[in-house]
């Protein structure tokens, strides 16, 4: 194994949150890179190359989805026409707080409720 050449951001492990992640290849093959966590051994797939092997461990397609869940689930709430109840008001700011910390924001604090519509 060698050392990676693009210096390429990683997410954090989606085995076990780690951030103590790297990407290396084969020394017989300088094609097979894929990237892993140093912590649990979990991996990413081999990729021909050390740029595709980082953007695969990037990518998170069942996140992508996940996150449009949660949009969609806010505009509904958004566009209530009455006051929704109160369990309503808790899933919506636990999906904006779920939204804000995917995205690299800061979410409000626990128990901070996020007015609707903002």
């Given at each position: 194994m060698t050392k990676p050449?693009?210096?390429?951001?990683?997410?954090?492990?989606?085995?076990?949150?780690?951030?103590?992640?790297?990407?290396n290849y084969h020394n017989y093959s300088k094609t097979d890179w894929w990237v892993f966590c140093l912590d649990c051994d979990?991996?990413?797939?081999?990729?021909?190359?050390?740029?595709?092997?980082?953007?695969?461990?990037?990518?998170?397609?069942?996140?992508?989805?996940?996150?449009?869940?949660l949009r969609g689930?806010?505009?509904?709430?958004?566009?209530?026409?009455?006051?929704?109840?109160d369990y309503?008001?808790?899933?919506?700011n636990k999906a904006q707080a779920a939204i804000a910390a995917a995205e690299g924001a800061t979410p409000p604090p626990p128990g901070e409720d996020v007015p609707m519509g903002e």
């Open positions: 050449q693009l210096n390429i951001p990683l997410r954090a492990c989606p085995f076990c949150g780690s951030k103590n992640v790297t990407v979990g991996s990413g797939p081999i990729d021909l190359g050390e740029s595709g092997a980082c953007e695969t461990w990037n990518t998170r397609p069942l996140e992508a989805q996940l996150l449009e869940a689930m806010c505009t509904v709430y958004e566009l209530w026409d009455t006051t929704p109840p309503f008001i808790g899933a919506y």
